[in-house]
């Protein structure tokens, strides 16, 4: 099967001259959790604009599933790749809840029982069924940033692509969120989340994929967020399950543990260990 993303040299320069990408280049596998870290103006949200072809490359390539995204395929990039900007502001639009999530797949041309169908799920999902009839300005950012996703979800795109997602939520809405987004990928569909929570990525993402200054400063698994020369190198800090291992030098775990299963099972394992030592 293709590739669900790739950027191949990719440079994009902001009308006032402010150069956001340079160069950058990465690859996401079909189905896979991916979470794209970087400190603040690194270029995650104008990479991510260029996904679904909001942004088209000034120089460069980004396919989707193996097209080209260009003038031609804009469209079906759109459809294809599900976007949540970062600010819901910029996304929620119309006089209600739920016309805003019916948008998507009005637009898509789908039979009313269907869109009736994706707006009751959506909604359903991000937990703001009680919110349909209201307008959206009369909601708290929190609650907009759940409807912004539900008009995503409601497109049921392959690719979902959500910028920030967890800011503003509240913690049962993460852990809401987080049940979303693992059934999505048990379905098939690839999962792209830019987020500074160190931890979010550490748990959930199965790549991780780190931006600094408009290029990729690194790629893989969870285990490069135990690299202390490349945590320092990219401005992120080491997720807590970590942190508190660094302080636990006797209990000689490599790569360090960055979830709390793994942790717990090091754990278990050093005492277990330590106490077949004893016996002997
Ligand atoms: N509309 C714009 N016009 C000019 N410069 C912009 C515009 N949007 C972003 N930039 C600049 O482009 C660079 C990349 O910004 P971007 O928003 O992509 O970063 P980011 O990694 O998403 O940051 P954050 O973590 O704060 O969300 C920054 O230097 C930013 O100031
Ligand atoms: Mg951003």
Same mark, same amino acid.
């Given at each position: 099967? !293709? $590739?669900?993303?790739?950027?191949? $040299?990719?440079?994009?320069?902001?009308?006032?001259?402010?150069?956001? /990408?340079? &160069?950058?280049? /990465?690859?996401?596998? !079909? $189905?896979?959790?991916?979470? /794209? /870290?970087?400190? $603040? &103006?690194?270029?995650?949200?104008?990479l991510l604009l260029h996904f679904n072809g909001l942004n088209l490359p000034q120089q460069g390539q980004v396919r989707i599933f193996g097209r080209e995204v260009n003038r031609q395929t804009e469209k079906w990039a759109r459809s294809t790749v599900g976007l949540v900007f970062q600010d819901p502001d910029d996304q929620i639009f119309a006089p209600t809840v739920g016309e805003d999530v019916a948008f998507g797949p009005h637009n898509q041309g789908l039979p009313p029982l269907e869109i009736e169908h994706r707006v009751v799920t959506a909604l359903e999902a991000v937990g703001m069924t009680a919110y349909r009839d209201k307008p959206p300005h009369h909601l708290s950012y929190g609650q907009k940033k759940r409807v912004a996703i539900a008009g995503v979800l409601a497109m049921q795109p392959q690719i979902v692509v959500l910028d920030e997602p967890m800011a503003y939520l509240d913690p049962r809405g993460r852990e809401d969120l987080l049940q979303v987004l693992t059934a999505l990928h048990r379905g098939g569909k690839t999962i792209i989340v830019a987020t500074h929570d160190v931890d979010l990525a550490a748990e959930w993402a199965e790549q991780v994929i780190i931006l600094q200054a408009g290029q990729t400063l690194a790629a893989g698994d969870g285990a490069l967020l135990t690299d202390p020369a490349l945590i320092t190198a990219a401005g992120l800090t080491f997720p807590t399950v970590t942190k508190l291992f660094r302080h636990l030098p006797e209990i000689p775990v490599r790569p360090l543990p960055r979830t709390i299963l793994a942790g717990v099972r090091a754990i278990r394992d050093w005492k277990c260990h330590s106490e077949h030592s004893e016996e002997s």
């Open positions: 099967m !293709a $590739n669900a993303v790739e950027i191949e $040299n990719l440079s994009f320069t902001y009308p006032d001259g402010t150069a956001a /990408l340079k &160069g950058l280049s /990465l690859t996401i596998k !079909a $189905n896979t959790r991916v979470a /794209l /870290l970087g400190p $603040n &103006g690194a270029g995650k949200s104008t």
